[in-house]
C-alpha cells in the first residue's frame, strides 16, 4: 500500500532564516506531487506540483522554491522565511490526474 | 479563473440533526472528490464522484454529483460529533491543462452534543 510522510511535523523558525520540509512517497512509481499551503481553517491553496523528477510547476510567486531530486521525494525550500509564511503546509501524491492523497502536514510557525 | 465555492462556510448543530453541504462552480468537472480534515491532520478522501447524476452513500453521508457535473452535495443524517471537521470538495476540471485538481475554501462543522 502507497504511504505519505513529511516532516518534520512543527517547526518554529525565526524571519530570515532558510527553509526546507521533505515529503517522501512509499509504495508507487511516478506519482504527481503537490505541495500545499492551508492558512488556519480554510482551504487549500497550490504552491507547486511535479509531474516527473527536476519538474516543477509554480502556481504562485513567492519566496519559496521546490525541488523534486528523487521520483518519490519532494521538497519545499525558502532562502529567508517571511512572517507571512506560517502556515500548515501539505504534500500530496496522485496517479495522473486522478485522486489526490496527503501527508499529514507540516506546522510552520515563522516569529 | 475555476472556482469550486462552498456553502455554507461554518454550520454548527446539535447532534442528531441532519444537514447538508453544497460545491458549486460554473465549470464542469470530470470527477470530485470530498474529503474531512481534522485540526493539524492531512485531509483524508471520504468518496469520490464521476457520473453526473451520481449518489454515493458512506453510511449516514450520502454524496450526490449534479447531472451537469458542475455541482455536488454532501449530506450527513443524524449527525454525530465524530462529524466534526473541515469538509473539503475538490474537482478535477475538463478544463485543465495541467495535473491539478481544484479544491473549494471548506464548511467547518461543528456538532454539539
Known amino acids: 500500500s502507497q504511504t505519505i510522510h513529511q516532516w518534520p511535523a512543527t517547526l518554529v523558525q525565526p524571519v530570515g532564516s532558510p527553509l526546507s520540509l521533505e515529503c517522501t512517497v512509499e509504495?508507487?512509481?511516478?506519482?504527481?506531487l503537490y505541495w500545499y499551503r492551508q492558512a488556519a481553517g480554510r482551504g487549500l491553496q497550490l504552491l507547486f506540483y511535479?509531474?516527473?523528477?527536476?519538474?516543477i510547476s509554480s502556481e504562485v510567486p513567492q519566496n519559496l522554491s521546490a525541488s523534486r531530486p528523487q521520483d518519490r521525494q519532494f521538497i519545499l525550500s525558502s532562502k529567508k522565511l517571511l512572517l507571512s509564511d506560517s502556515g500548515f503546509y501539505l504534500c500530496?501524491?496522485?496517479?495522473?490526474?486522478?485522486?489526490?492523497?496527503f501527508g499529514p502536514g507540516t506546522r510552520l510557525t515563522v516569529l | 479563473t475555476q472556482l469550486l465555492e462552498q456553502s455554507p462556510q461554518f454550520l454548527s448543530i446539535q447532534e442528531g440533526e441532519n444537514l447538508t453541504v453544497y460545491c458549486n462552480s460554473s465549470?464542469?468537472?470530470?470527477?470530485l472528490q470530498w474529503y474531512r480534515q481534522e485540526p493539524g491532520e492531512g485531509p483524508v478522501l471520504l468518496v469520490t464522484?464521476?457520473?453526473?447524476?451520481e449518489v454515493k452513500k458512506l453510511k449516514r453521508l450520502t454524496f450526490q454529483f449534479g447531472d451537469a457535473r458542475k455541482d455536488s452535495s454532501l449530506h450527513i443524517t443524524a449527525a454525530q460529533p465524530g462529524d466534526t471537521g473541515l469538509y473539503l470538495c475538490a474537482g478535477e476540471s475538463l478544463d485543465s491543462s495541467a495535473s491539478k485538481i481544484i479544491f473549494g475554501s471548506g464548511t467547518r462543522l461543528s456538532i454539539r452534543p
Open positions: 511535479s509531474v516527473g523528477i527536476g519538474q
Open positions: 464522484v464521476v457520473t453526473g447524476g
Open positions: 465549470s464542469v468537472f470530470s470527477s
Open positions: 509504495g508507487t512509481s511516478n506519482p504527481n
Open positions: 500530496a501524491w496522485s496517479i495522473g490526474t486522478d485522486t489526490q492523497y
